[in-house]
């Protein structure tokens, strides 16, 4: 099993930054991808961002490109976002997704973008 803990979330003005980091402990060499989802009131979680294991380069939702960057520590133990640009629309609890034989989720972290 992993266990995830995040941290970073908070209220920032629009045009701001934030980082988010996600701890993970347990059996990290079952890992084979980590990132980032968000979920919006009344929306269904999305992804924002993952790092497959053995990939070239991460995946990043279209509303991510170029305005966040994913990356991790080379044990695979923390996995960042560092978010720029920062819009309202993306508002949303932030959660950090393991997928190490099952997917593992965090508890979540509050990001409020205000205008």
């Known amino acids: 099993q992993v266990q995830l803990v995040e941290s970073g979330g908070g209220l920032v003005q629009a045009g701001g930054s934030l980082r988010l980091s996600c701890a993970a402990s347990?059996?990290?060499?079952?890992?084979?991808?980590m990132g980032w989802y968000r979920q919006a009131p009344g929306k269904e979680r999305e992804l924002v961002a993952r790092?497959?294991?053995?990939?070239?380069?991460?995946v990043y939702a279209d509303s991510a490109k170029g305005r966040f960057i994913i990356s991790r520590d080379n044990d695979w133990s923390t996995v960042y976002l560092q978010m720029n640009a920062l819009k309202p629309d993306d508002t949303a609890v932030y959660y950090c997704?393991?997928?190490?034989?099952?997917?593992?989720w965090g508890q979540g972290t509050q990001v409020t973008v205000s205008s």
């Open positions: 997704g393991v997928y190490a034989i099952g997917y593992y």
């Open positions: 790092m497959p294991r053995g990939a070239d380069s991460p």
């Open positions: 347990g059996r990290l060499f079952t890992i084979t991808s």
